[in-house]
């Protein structure tokens, strides 16, 4: 499960905080990630097992959990990395001093 967490799962939500995504995405994202895990299981969806039921098994989070984890923690680092033109001094109030 490393490699779906280091490797798939990264690769699934690459640059996620931008897209403007819908349902129809969300949809989408889920069933690449049920398609991975369902082989990573070895069953298939003839199987009838739920998704959830696959999660637990796999002690996996659902992929909308993370993309939103995801997109709250990248939102808090580019306020903690934006400069804030009040706080921070300029160059010419350097130069001066």
């Not at 969806?45 to 990248?74: A, T």
Request: a positive charge; aromatic letters at 6%; glycine letters at 2%.
């Amino acid at each position: 499960m490393e490699f779906y967490k280091v490797v798939a799962r990264p690769t699934l939500l690459y640059s996620s905080e931008t897209w403007v995504t819908t349902m129809r995405d969300m949809t989408r994202l889920e069933a690449a990630e049920m398609c991975f895990l369902r082989s990573v299981k070895g069953c298939t969806r003839l199987d009838k097992i739920r998704s959830e039921v696959i999660r637990k098994e796999l002690e996996i989070s659902g992929i909308q959990d993370v993309r939103s984890k995801h997109k709250s923690v990248s939102t808090m680092l580019k306020e903690w990395t934006t400069p804030d033109s009040r706080n921070t001094p300029s160059a010419t109030n350097l130069e001066e001093e």
